[in-house]
């Protein structure tokens, strides 16, 4: 099991950017797909973007299509998410997790998932 650790969340105002990062160790990190998913209080958690092995291909979550954008590093065995032009209603935890098939957007199929990170979006 490849075992995943998120970074890069914070507070930051309405229309602004960050960065998350998720580093993956314990598992050859190519052979999985990576996904970002995210969980705001008191709602399920939800599916935001995907990427596969290689990178050749994406997939976003209507919410995220034109402000957010997933890509991978690895030879750093590290996943990213830049979100940019940020609102409030992007406010969750968000989550890294990995998959060994490209199985859609379900989070019952990732099999490993990292801690999480806080984003809060303030107006």
């Known amino acids: 099991q490849v075992q995943l650790v998120e970074s890069g969340g914070g507070l930051v105002q309405a229309g602004g950017s960050l960065r998350l990062s998720c580093a993956a160790s314990?598992?050859?990190?190519?052979?999985?797909?990576m996904g970002w998913f995210r969980q705001a209080p008191g709602k399920e958690r939800e599916f935001v973007a995907i990427i596969t092995w290689s990178g050749g291909r994406t997939y976003y979550a209507d919410s995220a299509k034109g402000r957010f954008t997933i890509s991978r590093d690895n030879a750093k065995n590290t996943v990213y998410l830049q979100m940019n032009s940020l609102k409030p209603e992007d406010t969750a935890v968000y989550y890294c997790?990995?998959?060994?098939?490209?199985?859609?957007?379900?989070?019952?199929?990732?099999?490993?998932w990292g801690q999480g990170t806080q984003v809060t979006v303030s107006s």
């Open positions: 314990g598992s050859t990190f190519s052979t999985y797909v």
């Open positions: 997790a990995a998959s060994r098939n490209y199985g859609g957007t379900d989070p019952h199929r990732f099999g490993s």
